[in-house]
Every structure is written in structure tokens, then in C-alpha cells.
């Protein structure tokens, strides 16, 4: 029976491999084995793991700023989507940063991530208009 615990570094390597696989999830420097480690452990008890058979078959990762609430890469296995692990993931993570005090969440989806944007549509999260995302690297030239 799929088991929905805490993420842990050990975890890393069936991660990145699910990640790699998860059609319309971006990857980047920031998804070394260092950067996460570093991330959960800024992040303690807010990022989640499924597990069944020994393979992990859904991952969310999450933290917050002290101000708002933070989602990245959800991903379920496509042979165990529809058994709502995702739904469980998410739910473990909200009620986490209900915890810390965290009233509102947010997650950045891929514009043509098709099975993203359905998931958290039909999961009654609100699609922001009029707000544009603006980015920059920390080092200066």
C-alpha cells in the first residue's frame, strides 16, 4: 500500500529520476543533490514523498518565506496517477504550512504544461491574472 511520508535527502536519487520522466517539469542547477539537500533542510517537514513497493511514485517539494507558502515539482508516476497521490501530497504540505502559520500558498506552472495546470484547476487553485513573474540571477557581472 503507497505510504505518503516526509522527503528525506535519501530520497534524491528516485526523485530526480521521476522528475527527469515527468513531462512538462523544468530541472535546473537548482535540483542537484546539494541544492535540495539544502532546501529541505531550510524547509524541515514540508516536502513529501509516496512510496509503494520501495519506489517512490509521487514527490512535492515545499517551503516558505516566512510569508507565503512555496510548491515545486509535483509529480506522480503515470502508472499510479488517478489514486489521488498527488491531492494526498498536496494536502500534507498545506496542512504543514497551516502549521508554521503560512496562510497562502503559491506554485509556478509551466504555461503548456497541460496535465499540470488541469491538476491544480480542478484541485480549486485559483489561476492569478495580472501578475507577471520577473527573474534574475543573484551574481552580478
Known amino acids: 500500500m503507497p505510504e505518503i511520508r516526509e522527503m528525506t535527502i535519501h530520497d534524491y ?12 517539469m523544468a530541472l535546473s542547477a537548482a535540483d542537484s543533490r546539494e541544492a535540495i539537500r539544502s532546501y529541505l533542510n531550510r524547509n524541515t517537514g514540508m516536502s513529501f514523498v509516496c512510496v509503494d513497493g520501495g519506489q517512490v511514485t509521487g514527490t512535492i517539494l515545499c517551503g516558505h518565506d516566512g510569508r507565503r507558502g512555496y510548491i515545486y515539482h509535483v509529480a506522480v508516476d503515470p502508472e499510479h496517477r488517478g489514486k489521488s497521490i498527488g491531492r494526498r501530497l498536496v494536502d500534507c504540505s498545506l496542512k504543514r504550512l497551516q502549521i508554521a502559520g503560512i496562510d497562502k500558498c503559491h506554485i509556478m ?4 504544461n497541460e496535465i499540470g495546470n488541469r491538476f491544480w484547476s480542478l484541485s480549486g487553485w485559483m489561476k492569478r491574472d495580472g501578475i507577471l513573474l520577473y527573474s534574475s540571477e543573484t551574481a552580478f557581472p
Open 109 to 112: 506552472v509551466i504555461e503548456d
Open 13 to 24: 536519487d528516485m526523485c530526480i529520476t521521476l522528475w527527469k520522466r515527468t513531462e512538462g
